[in-house]
C-alpha cells in the first residue's frame, strides 16, 4: 500500500477483511476492503448524527448499538475515505451475466488451476484438515489435498516455490471430519472416501435434539434468520466445534462448486445455454449472501477457519470462461461432469500425462 496505494487490493489472492489507517498526511486517510467473492463477511455503519464517521466490523452485533445505519460490505471492493465511496477493483471478464463464455473446455487445465487452487490453501503453521461429506466437492477437493500434501513432505524445500509449505512438512497426515444424524448416508459415502485417501478421519453424529438445542446459537453467530442458511449452518456448527477440540485450527471445504458449474438439480430446467450461465454468474455473485456466510461464520464461531479452493480467483477466471454448453446437464448427462470429468483417470479426454496416471485415480469408483 505504501508504494501502490489502493491499487494493492487487486493484487491480493486470497480471502480477507481488512481496514487500513493512513495517517502520512495532515488528515487520516481510512482504506478497508473485502475480498473478491465475499468469502469472509464484512459491514459498514454510519451514525446519522455524524455522518463523517463511519463504523467497520466484521460482525453485525459489533455495530447494532452504536449505528443507526449498517450496510453489508460489498464483496470485491474497497472504501475510500476521501471520497466516502466504494470502488470495485474486481472486475474479471466474466462477472457480467450478459457476457456468455465462448472457449471450449479444457480439462487439463481445468485440473491444473484447481490443484493449484487447494496448494496454495495448504498455506499454515497449524494443524490442518478437510470437511468430507462424501459427496463430489468435498471429496475432490480433500483428495487433491492429500495428493498435493504428501508431494509437498516428500520433497525439499524449493528456492522458487511460490507459496510456504512448512505447514504440509509438519503436518503430513491429512485429518477428515464429517457430521451427520446416525445412519446417514452422507456418513457412509465420506466414511468410504476416508478409506479410500487414507486420511485419519474424524465422524460426528447428533441428534435431531441437539440439533435444535444449537439453532439460537447458530443464529446468533451467523446473523441471519435465513430458514436455508440456517438448516445448513447447524450441522457445520457442530462439527466445528468437534474439529476445534482436536487441536486442528483450519479446514478445506468444497463450497462454490454447485454455483460454478450449475450443480443444482433445477439448472436441468434451463431453458437455454445462455440462461444456465447467466444463472451460474448470478449464483457466485450471490455466494456471500448464503454459503460463503455459513462456511465463514459456523467455522469462525469456534475460531477455525474455513478455506475454498474452488472460489480461488485464478481458478474462477478458468472455470467461468468455459462455454455453458460444457457445463449443461441433461437427463443423459449428471451435474458438474466437466469437474467429474477433469479428474477421471479413465476419461480420454482429461489429458493426464503418464505420470499422474501412475499414481491412480482420485476418488474410489463407486
Known sequence: YSEIGTDVCAKLDGMFSWALLDRRSAKSRLVAARDPIGITTLYIGRVSAHPETVFIASELKSLNEECDQIDEFPPGHYFDSEDGQFHRYFKPDWWT??????????????????????????????????????????????????????????????????????????????????????????????????????????????????????VADVIYHLETYDVTTIRASTPMYLMSRKIKSTGVKMVLSGEGA???????????????????????????????????????????????????????KEFLQVAMNVRPEDKQCSKDLMEKAIIRRAFDVEFEGAGFTPEELAKGPYLPRD
Not at 497449524?126 to 468435498?138: E, T
Not at 457430521?179 to 485419519?200: E, H, Q, S, Y
Not at 434451463?270 to 454468474?281: I, L, M, S
Not at 454459503?291 to 461464520?297: E, G, I, S, W
Open 97 to 214: 451475466p450478459e457476457r456468455i463464455a465462448t472457449a471450449p473446455v479444457d480439462y487439463r487445465q481445468l485440473r491444473e488451476s484447481l490443484t493449484a487452487a487447494v496448494r496454495k490453501r495448504l498455506m499454515a503453521e497449524v494443524p490442518y484438515g478437510v470437511l468430507l461429506s462424501g459427496g463430489l466437492d468435498s471429496s475432490l477437493i480433500s483428495s487433491i489435498a492429500v495428493r498435493e500434501a504428501a508431494r509437498i513432505s516428500a520433497s525439499a524445500q524449493s528456492d522458487t516455490e511460490d507459496i510456504d509449505t512448512r505447514g504440509a512438512r509438519y503436518f503430513p497426515r491429512m485429518h477428515s471430519f464429517s457430521i451427520g444424524l446416525p445412519g446417514a448416508p452422507d456418513l457412509i459415502a465420506a466414511r468410504k472416501v476416508a478409506k479410500f485417501l487414507r486420511t485419519a478421519h474424524h465422524e460426528l453424529t447428533y441428534t435431531v435434539q441437539e440439533g435444535l438445542d444449537a
Open 258 to 312: 454447485d454455483e460454478v458449474f450449475g450443480g443444482y438439480l433445477y439448472f436441468h430446467y434451463a431453458p437455454n445455454a445462455d440462461d444456465f450461465h447467466k444463472e451460474t454468474v448470478n449464483r457466485v455473485h450471490n455466494l456471500h449472501t448464503s454459503d460463503c456466510l455459513r462456511a465463514n461464520k459456523s467455522t469462525m464461531a469456534w475460531g477455525l477457519e474455513a478455506r475454498v479452493p474452488f472460489l480461488d
